[in-house]
């Protein structure tokens, strides 16, 4: 155990202390730390010239605020984002930003996110609370090294990879200080020219560090997909961990200093490759917590993580997107992260827009978020649940996408869907039917995007070449295909695509009559059609065991 390790971390649990000890101070008084979220985005809008068209000053009470500003999407902020990611002009707010964060779009295929000072401070807020109870309830991740999956990015924005894709330059001076010393895979991993090349680093520190204690990632996928890399390239890792040298590597990855670890070459050198509780514990004896997402989609692969790493305990994630924070794990439940942003939620039941103030248990709600990136009244994709209160703050959960699909955190859209299937009938004479998103069955293969279409058999392997193109255009689908958490796009072509579409949707529960074609479905019961696919349209799946 390193000493100075332990004792960083206890300097951070302290810190943190501060920020949660505000956050129960704040749950007691929810309206009253809401309304002072709300002043200090004024402040920072007010005086823009987003502010200025919408009338809105410091003296704008909330009511007024509604009154003015319409619910909106991403759609309504982008020329205004894009005016200021080009001019530097304060369009959004009066304050410079101090980075676009890249995320997926439904009509565009990148969403630029303004970072600015203030909007960084509101994510810090929940930071803080969140980390001071994981280090109060799974003491043992303070006594080694943490690997935390932040930003990555497709391959073609690693050219701004300054910008987009170190997360430290994000964190107050001490947290970056903190980072730094403790993190098992260093942020610099990230500035590596592929994402391959990021990933196979990332292995190789993760396999250097016996003192792991907590793994920290969004998609439990990202996690299976690394472990499963890591079987088929085990050998190559051993022989960095032996030597301390990055081998046929070294040009791509000379920024790093490769990582040495003797015992654990040794592991991986006699290890079958097959991914289990024996050599997770081998490799990682004092893993002490995973933290994953473990709702909707995303619960049946949390559950094979925790079979994985049985050794280990497991806690889900809050609800934290690109755009900002709404919930954040503590205890057992996901409060609002009530002193980050100003929030107001839609009841899905009546469409009826309520303040946090107003929630009341059993509610499925859509969040709307208001925050010092000058995003207002911005509505997200989300539907959550109210199952509880800390003291005067709700507690919500996660239940589902209100629409697209997302099986590893790729986030498509029906109207990303429709427009690549104007592009495809624009250049081919196939009319498509449906993308179907398969999940994974268990231990067989990744998921996939099958597209059914009517047309001649003879497309089939151009609309394959097509599609996988179209798709890989959208940010989160190229990045969840780098990272190997989902196979290549596959297509079936014939006269009676229809007919299997309705077939699907029977075998899914829907009544007969009542079947809408859907541009894009999750659809398990397509995985029966993979089979029949041919070998080469699949993805080498591997074997976890």
């Known amino acids: 155990m390193n000493i100075s390790t332990r004792l960083l971390h206890q300097i951070s649990y302290r810190l943190s202390r501060y920020g949660q000890q505000r956050f129960m101070r704040a749950s007691h008084a929810l309206k009253a730390a809401q309304l002072a979220r709300f002043q200090n985005i004024m402040a920072v809008v007010s005086g823009s010239d987003s502010g200025y068209q919408r009338g809105l000053t410091l003296a704008t009470n909330i009511e007024e605020f509604r009154q003015r500003v319409p619910l909106s999407d991403y759609e309504d902020w982008q020329n205004a984002i894009n005016r200021q990611r080009s001019s530097g002009e304060f369009i959004l707010t009066t304050e410079t930003c101090q980075r676009y964060q890249p995320t997926s779009g439904s009509t565009a295929q990148i969403k630029w996110i303004p970072y600015t000072p203030e909007f960084l401070r509101e994510l810090d807020q929940a930071i803080n609370p969140w980390m001071a109870d994981l280090y109060s309830r799974y003491p043992a991740i303070r006594k080694g090294r943490h690997y935390w999956s932040l ?22 001076w001490w947290k970056r200080l903190f980072m730094n010393r403790t993190m098992a895979v260093p942020q610099a991993v990230s500035l590596a020219p592929s994402s391959e090349l990021s990933l196979f680093a990332s292995l190789c520190y993760l396999c250097a560090a016996r003192d792991l204690t907590l793994m920290s990632v969004w998609s439990p996928t990202f996690l299976l997909s690394l472990l499963e890399q890591l079987g088929q390239q085990r050998m190559a890792v051993a022989q960095v961990l032996e030597q301390g040298r990055w081998g046929e590597q070294q040009t791509s990855l000379g920024h790093l200093s490769a990582p040495r670890n003797r015992i654990n070459a040794a592991l991986l050198r006699n290890w079958n490759g097959r991914i289990n509780a024996t050599i997770t514990r081998k490799l990682w004896p ?15 692969w949390a559950r094979q993580l925790q079979q ?42 009546n469409k009826q827009v309520l303040f946090s103030w107003e929630l009341e248990p059993g509610m499925q709600v859509r969040p709307v978020i208001t925050t010092a990136s000058g995003l207002l009244r911005y509505r997200t994709k989300d539907r959550l649940l109210v199952d509880g209160f800390i003291n005067q703050c709700p507690t919500l959960r996660f239940i589902s996408r209100l629409s697209g699909t997302d099986m590893v955190g790729e986030k498509m859209s029906p109207q990303a869907v429709l427009n690549i299937f104007s592009t495809l009938t624009a250049a081919l004479p196939l009319q498509p039917v449906s993308l179907l998103a398969v999940p994974a069955e268990q231990g067989n293969h990744r998921p996939t995007y099958v597209l059914l279409a009517s047309g001649g058999q003879e497309l ?16 989160h689908y190229k990045l969840a295909r780098e990272l190997g958490q989902l196979n290549p796009a596959s297509v079936i072509i014939s006269d009676n695509a229809m007919a299997t579409y309705t077939h699907l949707r029977l075998q899914s529960g829907a009544v007969a009559g009542n079947i809408k074609v859907e541009p894009l479905l999750l659809c398990p019961a397509a995985s029966e059609f993979l089979n029949t696919l041919p070998e080469d349209s699949l993805a080498e799946s591997g074997a976890i065991a």
């Open 286 to 300: 004092e893993l002490a917590l995973i933290s994953a997402w473990d709702t909707s989609s995303s619960e049946p």
């Open 460 to 475: 089939q392997t151009e609309t394959q070449q097509r599609l996988e193109a179209l798709l890989q255009e959208h940010f």
């Open 308 to 349: 994985l790493f049985s050794h280990s305990d497991f806690q889900g994630k809050g609800l934290w997107a690109t755009e900002g924070v709404v919930t954040i794990p503590y205890g057992q439940q996901y409060p609002l992260a009530l002193e980050s942003h100003f929030y107001e939620f839609e009841n899905l039941a």
């Open 151 to 172: 930003s990555w990015v497709p391959g073609e924005l690693r050219s701004v990879a300054n910008s987009v894709n170190d997360d430290l330059q994000l964190l107050p």
